[in-house]
């Protein structure tokens, strides 16, 4: 595998024709390296990379790459979130090979919530370049080893570089063009947003599968399980570009008292037997917020264990 | 044009708290036409703060004058004889008025009765909408006539971003997602096509991000 461009585990696995999995963990409102390696210790062995969020809803937290590096000291293999509302361009770049320097391999390229939903909504955005700009950053850091100002890289940082895909937000119709720009831009992988409208997904995988773009990409599936009614009806109404069918909502209340989180726990496990076999579909991004714990569980009952070893 | 939203009523009288006699300077540009600095404006401020601090038992002499424009010596120069006689001058113009006319008449002190928010136009009556962010490049040839600099929260240049729903940013409800009506225009249009091609980072050393700015007209300066 001499082809490799990051020699990341997750790129190996999704490489050698896996059905990856990976898991994400955010990083604490603090320096409590302790609560950060228990976190994660649910997902070491469980998933082949974990996304460690930057700052995720605006809301501050220990940095990604430190918490990115405290990952990999511990033996798990981090993919380093980065987001474009905090730093300029200047910033990234460093910032990647400070990264890169303590032994981070992936990367997601993401926008960020806008600061207005964090604990900080004096901040200044910053926004210096998009998404988009973003992932053609890094590939040109890695493949030509030059900056943005085309400068050389002294020892170029080598990542594995994914972006994400909002199926859900609108305009629908060009979502997979987005898909498509990010992926030509230079995403090698990509998570999508949690789905929860599977009717929905599956047309936006036919779509993305016409037009070639799983061969082009590894296409991850996002899921989040619903733990109880109340997050399943504060994500359909305060989370923007979620969408949760009023049919999931229902299913769960239906469910009965102290039976909600199993329920959304099954519905999670019913989508990963749908992706498994879901053309275009490379793996699946499990986001367990604040429920690190469940992932084995989860993992186990829908046959993604034991995880590949790829050398 | 630019749009200006008037201070809080605590705010002025706070900075007039020591001042008792005023001069209140309206401005018949910008702020005149989007009813915050204008002659009428003038007056209801002049009286509100008399009444208010009549209430506080201390009155205050509140002298009105409107000139044509406060971002241009000429007009500025019509205050001549007026300025010095005050404790405070308050222009109601945008931020521009009181920096020239204490760059103008060093010994007076000027005060901003406004907040200069953005430059936009009216979009429906008494109200008034950003639409142009002074990044010096202008890009909207490239939006269909939609500027995604001064319009999304993120300006993005490779929108829509993944919290557009319905329409509508993000960031409330209240605020249009510019990324949505690009991209439906292109697709009324068939120009599409335009959005799939990647654009170069944006060069923001002609926005305020290089230093302030400045335009000189060669022909012009002697």
């Known amino acids: 595998m001499s082809d490799l461009k990051s020699g990341s585990n997750l790129e190996k696995v999704l490489r050698a024709g896996h059905f990856a999995l990976t898991g994400e963990c ?35 937290r220990m940095s990604s790459w430190a918490a990115s590096a405290v990952m990999i000291q511990n033996g798990v ?130 779509m993305a599968v016409d037009m070639g773009l799983h061969e082009k990409a590894f296409i991850l599936a996002g899921i989040t399980p619903m733990k109880s009614v109340g997050m399943a009806q504060y994500m359909a109404k305060s989370v ?72 | 044009m630019i749009i200006a939203d008037r201070k809080p009523l605590g705010e002025l009288l706070e900075m007039v708290k020591e001042c008792n006699k005023i001069l209140i300077l309206g401005c018949k540009g910008c702020v005149t036409v989007c009813n915050v600095g204008g002659t009428k404006e003038v007056g209801v401020l002049a009286s509100i703060l008399k009444i208010a601090r009549k209430k506080e038992g201390r009155p205050i002499e509140v002298e009105e004058k409107t000139i044509e424009r406060q971002c241009d010596p000429e007009y500025i120069a019509q205050v001549k004889d007026m300025v010095g006689q005050y404790d405070a001058v308050i222009s109601m113009a945008c931020g521009v008025g009181p920096q ?27 109200i008034w909408a950003e639409r142009c962010a002074g990044c010096g490049t202008c890009l909207i040839h490239h939006f269909d006539g939609l500027c995604p600099i001064a319009r999304c929260s993120k300006s993005l240049l490779h929108g829509p971003c993944g919290g557009s729903a319905s329409g509508k940013c993000e960031i409330s409800k209240e605020v249009d997602c510019i990324w949505d009506m690009i991209v439906k225009k292109k697709m009324e249009k068939g120009r599409l096509q335009d959005l799939t091609k990647m654009k170069p980072n944006k060069d923001w050393r002609t926005a305020r991000d290089g230093g302030p700015r400045k335009s000189v007209r060669e022909e012009l300066v002697q």
Request: with cysteine; glycine share 8%.
């Open chain 1, 26 to 60: 955010g990083p604490p409102k603090g320096a409590n390296v302790a609560h950060l390696k228990e976190k994660f210790s649910h997902l070491k062995g469980v998933v082949d990379a974990v996304n460690v969020t930057d700052n995720q809803t605006a809301v501050v």
């Open chain 1, 77 to 206: 293999e981090p993919n380093f979130q980065m987001v474009c509302r905090d730093r300029n361009r200047l910033a990234m770049q460093s910032d990647i090979l400070g990264a890169y320097a303590m032994g981070v391999r992936n990367m997601l390229c993401l926008s960020g919530d806008h600061q207005t939903f964090g604990n900080h909504p004096q901040a200044k955005n910053v926004y210096d370049i998009d998404s988009m700009q973003l992932i053609s950053l890094v590939k040109k850091m890695r493949d030509e080893a030059k900056f943005l100002n085309d400068e050389d890289i002294d020892v170029p940082p080598r990542m594995f570089i994914g972006a994400a895909a909002n199926p859900f937000a609108d305009p629908f119709e060009f979502r997979v063009y987005r898909l498509a720009m990010k992926i030509a831009a230079g995403a090698d992988f990509i998570q999508t947003q949690c789905i929860y409208n599977m009717e929905k997904f599956r047309a936006f995988m036919k």
């Open chain 1, 240 to 311: 923007p570009g979620m969408d949760v069918p009023e049919s999931l909502i229902k299913r769960l209340k239906g469910a009965g008292k102290g039976k909600v989180a199993e329920e959304g726990v099954q519905f999670a496990i019913e989508q990963i037997q749908e992706f498994k076999q879901m053309k275009g579909i490379a793996g699946i991004h499990l986001m367990a917020i604040e429920w690190e714990h469940k992932v084995p569980e989860i993992a186990e009952r829908s046959g993604l264990l034991p995880r590949p070893k790829v050398d």
């Open chain 2, 100 to 126: 020239f006319l204490s760059e103008a008449y060093p010994d007076q002190r000027f005060f901003p009765a406004v907040n200069t928010t953005s430059f936009g136009g009216a979009v429906s009556h008494g």
